[in-house]
């Protein structure tokens, strides 16, 4: 199988205009994604809509196409470029890992779990979950929990706590049930990858805000992989106040 890591990197951020070019331990944000994906992956490509960006990517010596403006996710802007990238490659791919262009510190070994899953040649699309250990994170609407089934594929996603533990208090929920948090990396086959970019947006992804249901309500299956690692995404200038306490910065 031929993999390919794309990291989607847009300037436009609502919450964090520029975040992909702030500066992290002497490297923009998109340059250290990039180091960490090009241990794992041999080819690497920034997927982003804007030129300094595309510019950034250049000067550090990395690989990046321009996609359209109007995508609504990472996905979306995944599938745009893995067209362009086979044309300038001259190299079809089977597997394209989605990283998030906002995740720094992404942990080699989460790279190599997520490629792992699609050993199995029934995987259409694989993704990461970290057990949850304090009550904070179950209760908080901004980390989704995930339920799975026996064969470790997603049943549900949601900012709710879920499953609902009837007839215990919050505080012992954490102990009384392994809740999953989800951790938002991605691989594809392409094949799955362009079919689920058609799909229209469904019912229950429009009430929770997570694409991954749109997937889930049309038939398809996510395969789960497991970390143990914390996922440190900077979405706001205040995060980076709190990965400097954590002593990462």
Not at 2 to 28: E, M, Q, V, W
Not at 104 to 118: H, N
Request: aromatic content about 10%; hydrophobic content about 35%; proline content about 4%.
């Amino acid at each position: 199988m031929d993999f390919i890591a794309i990291i989607p990197a847009r300037y436009a951020s609502t919450r964090f205009p520029g975040k992909p070019l702030i500066n992290i331990n002497g490297k923009t944000m998109v340059h250290n994604v990039y180091i960490q994906a090009q241990k794992v992956f041999k080819t690497v490509y920034v997927a982003t809509d804007d030129e300094r960006i595309f510019n950034e990517v250049q000067n550090f010596g990395g690989k990046a196409v321009m996609t359209k403006k109007k995508h609504r996710s990472g996905t979306d802007r995944c599938a745009e470029a893995i067209d362009k990238i086979e044309v300038l490659e001259n190299e079809l791919y089977d597997i394209i890992i989605n990283i998030q262009g906002d995740e720094p510190f992404i942990k080699t070994e989460q790279l190599t779990e997520i490629k792992s899953c699609f050993k199995l040649k029934k995987t259409q699309i694989a993704t990461l979950v970290k057990p949850i250990n304090n009550k904070d994170d179950i209760f908080n609407p901004n980390k989704p929990k995930v339920v799975i089934s026996r064969n470790n594929e997603a049943i549900y996603f949601s900012r709710s706590p879920i499953p609902f533990l009837r007839g215990q208090k919050d505080a012992k929920w954490v102990s009384k049930h392994l809740y999953y948090k989800h951790i938002g990396l991605y691989g594809y086959r392409k094949d799955i990858l362009k079919a689920i970019t058609e799909l229209n947006q469904s019912p229950l992804e429009i009430a929770e805000s997570l694409e991954q249901l749109r997937w889930i309500e049309n038939g398809y299956k996510i395969k789960v992989g497991f970390t143990e690692h914390e996922s440190i995404s900077i979405d706001t200038p205040k995060d980076i106040e709190k990965i400097r306490q954590v002593g990462l910065l």
